[in-house]
């Protein structure tokens, strides 16, 4: 049986990869912290809308999360993505901002193309 912080996990990357705006936002502090790994950190709320703004649309993107791991305020969720005919690996490890109810405060994204599908 899922956890409530892996259920809130799973329903923010859904959430993150089909567009849905509001659950996305609510689920990120106003000082939130995104660091693409190898391309770019992104400080607060309305620069971490803005660089989500900018992906490119995710209409066909197909979502599979392996594995969520959480821990007291820490927590990593790691997968794949296909998009069209490109598939791309990915791990987030997450700091929330307080251990019960809390929401995401910092995120670390590890992201690779792969060659094979999803």
Same mark, same amino acid.
């Given at each position: %049986?899922?956890?409530?912080? @892996?259920?809130? +996990? #799973?329903?923010?990357?859904?959430?993150?990869?089909?567009?849905?705006?509001? *659950?996305?936002?609510?689920?990120?502090?106003?000082?939130?912290?995104?660091?693409?790994?190898?391309?770019?950190?992104?400080?607060?709320?309305?620069?971490?809308?803005?660089?989500?703004?900018? %992906?490119?649309?995710?209409? @066909?993107?197909? +979502? #599979?999360?392996?594995?969520?791991?959480?821990?007291?305020?820490?927590?990593? *969720?790691?997968?794949?993505?296909?998009?069209?005919?490109?598939?791309?690996?990915?791990?987030?490890?997450?700091?929330?901002?307080?251990?019960?109810?809390?929401?995401?405060?910092?995120?670390?994204?590890?992201?690779?193309?792969?060659?094979?599908?999803?």
């Amino acid at each position: %049986m899922a956890t409530a912080k @892996e259920n809130f +996990l #799973r329903a923010f990357n859904e959430a993150f990869i089909s567009g849905d705006r509001d *659950v996305v936002l609510a689920s990120v502090t106003d000082d939130v912290q995104w660091h693409l790994i190898g391309m770019e950190k992104i400080e607060g709320k309305t620069a971490f809308e803005n660089a989500w703004n900018r %992906m490119p649309p995710q209409d @066909e993107a197909k +979502l #599979r999360i392996d594995t969520i791991i959480t821990h007291g305020v820490t927590a990593a *969720v790691e997968g794949k993505i296909q998009v069209g005919e490109k598939t791309y690996a990915f791990c987030d490890t997450y700091r929330f901002n307080q251990f019960k109810d809390g929401i995401i405060k910092q995120i670390h994204s590890f992201i690779i193309e792969q060659r094979e599908g999803i």
